[in-house]
């Protein structure tokens, strides 16, 4: 936004260096970076008033500049009966998206055997850890056919200020203080994470560095951009990874990512292979079961083929539904018939419990759905 000669500016998203230059251009002593720093990702400040740390005339000419902290504020909020909340979270510009909190072991909803003592408390509810789905991009330019998302086209990427600011928002709504030990990231929300590289390392880097959750708590998903995925295994700082593999040979793959037609599963297959994985690190593969399209016991071998070899695990989500996608949701039967397939072939493989449904919060449904649940 221009207004006159002053430029709209956000803090979010600056590393220690950008910060460094830009107290030095204020005329302040470099130690100002660090507490601009601290304010902006430890302490998840909301406005440059509150960097109480800060001289005021410093925090005023902030102001007079037009920069601001730029956190990307709540724009509504749906909550689900499992507990998941699905955020729509406004940027500067008027384009949302969505963000997703997920606690687990609510009310020893559970049962795993923690401690009581070992839960964190937000807004009167208890839970043991938590996952927040953060979304990469203002829609998506991968068009999977099962995925609602894809029916919003690209708008754009986001900055890695935004990327940041959905995970700082969230936390904040949910009042979590540090340390954030319980807290884990997936990049699965809306937006192909590789699609737009750059500012999603540089949002790992700055949640890595600031926010103070560490690489191991996170997992990026990827539809497989396979340079990309090159790329991102060089990494001395990253997630974990997860692929979308979703089909079991080329044929379906293209007819459900057309993406396959770019890279298909030789070359996703090859990449997994060469990817650099850490001590007692996997590789997940993610399958998105649609009834009578991907989910037959062919099909489940044709899997056991491709990850033959591969330390990797296989997490099955049964479809969630949508408007506008169409596909069905396979029976519990069959889902189970599909994952024993896989285990008594030895490849690990778990069912994903689909949270956020009855909200529109679950994975594919990420649509700035506010005209489907209000
Ligand atoms: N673009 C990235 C991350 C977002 S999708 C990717 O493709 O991996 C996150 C996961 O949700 C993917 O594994 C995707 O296959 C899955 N998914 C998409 N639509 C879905 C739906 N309608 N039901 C269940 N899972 C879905």
């Known amino acids: 936004?221009?207004?006159?000669?002053?430029?709209?500016?956000?803090?979010?998203?600056?590393?220690?260096?950008?910060?460094?230059?830009?107290?030095?251009?204020?005329?302040?002593?470099?130690?100002?970076?660090?507490?601009?720093?601290?304010?902006?990702?430890?302490?998840?400040?909301?406005?440059?008033?509150?960097?109480?740390?800060?001289?005021?005339?410093?925090?005023?000419?902030?102001?007079?500049?037009?920069?601001?902290?730029?956190?990307?504020?709540?724009?509504?909020?749906?909550?689900?009966?499992?507990?998941?909340?699905?955020y729509l979270v406004a940027c500067a510009d008027g384009q949302s998206v969505e963000t997703v909190w997920m606690p687990e072991g609510d009310g020893g909803e559970l049962g795993d055997g923690s401690e009581a003592g070992d839960q964190a408390e937000t807004a009167g509810r208890t839970w043991e850890r938590a996952a927040i789905c953060v979304s990469s991009q203002v829609g998506c330019a991968v068009d999977c056919q099962f995925c609602l998302t894809a029916l919003l086209g690209i708008k754009r990427n986001l900055t890695a200020g935004e990327i940041v600011g959905q995970v700082c928002a969230v936390l904040n709504d949910q009042g979590v203080s540090l340390p954030l030990h319980r807290v884990n990231l997936v990049f699965m929300g809306m937006g192909e994470p590789f699609l737009n590289y750059d500012n999603f390392m540089k949002a790992v880097h700055l949640l890595v560095e600031g926010v103070g959750i560490t690489e191991s708590r996170m997992t990026v998903s990827t539809a497989g951009i396979v340079p990309a995925l090159y790329d991102f295994g060089l990494e001395p700082v990253r997630?974990?990874?997860?692929?979308?593999?979703?089909?079991?040979?080329?044929?379906?793959?293209?007819?459900?990512?057309?993406?396959?037609?770019?890279?298909?599963?030789?070359?996703?297959?090859?990449?997994?292979?060469?990817?650099?994985?850490?001590?007692?690190?996997?590789?997940?593969?993610?399958?998105?079961?649609?009834?009578?399209?991907?989910?037959?016991?062919?099909?489940?071998?044709?899997?056991?083929?491709?990850?033959?070899?591969?330390?990797?695990?296989?997490?099955?989500?049964?479809?969630?539904?949508?408007?506008?996608?169409?596909?069905?949701t396979p029976a519990q039967e069959r889902v189970l018939q599909f994952q024993n397939i896989l285990r008594a072939a030895g490849v690990p493989a778990f069912v994903r419990r689909p949270r956020g449904r009855d909200i529109f919060a679950a994975c594919g449904q990420l649509k700035r759905t506010v005209e489907l649940v209000s």
Do not use: C, H
């Open 1 to 86: 936004m221009v207004m006159g000669q002053v430029t709209e500016k956000s803090l979010l998203g600056l590393q220690l260096p950008e910060l460094a230059s830009l107290v030095e251009e204020f005329g302040q002593p470099s130690y100002r970076a660090r507490q601009l720093f601290d304010a902006l990702y430890r302490q998840r400040v909301q406005s440059s008033e509150q960097i109480s740390t800060l001289p005021q005339d410093f925090r005023q000419s902030l102001s007079a500049k037009g920069i601001s902290v730029g956190l990307p504020s709540i724009e509504k909020k749906f909550v689900s009966s499992d507990g998941t909340v699905r």
């Open 239 to 328: 997630p974990k990874i997860a692929i979308s593999l979703n089909a079991s040979n080329d044929d379906l793959r293209t007819r459900l990512m057309p993406i396959n037609r770019k890279w298909n599963l030789e070359k996703l297959m090859a990449a997994a292979r060469e990817f650099p994985l850490r001590n007692r690190e996997k590789l997940t593969f993610e399958y998105v079961l649609l009834e009578g399209v991907n989910d037959s016991a062919e099909n489940a071998r044709e899997v056991v083929e491709l990850v033959r070899g591969l330390r990797a695990k296989l997490n099955l989500i049964a479809l969630n539904p949508g408007p506008g996608i169409d596909f069905r």
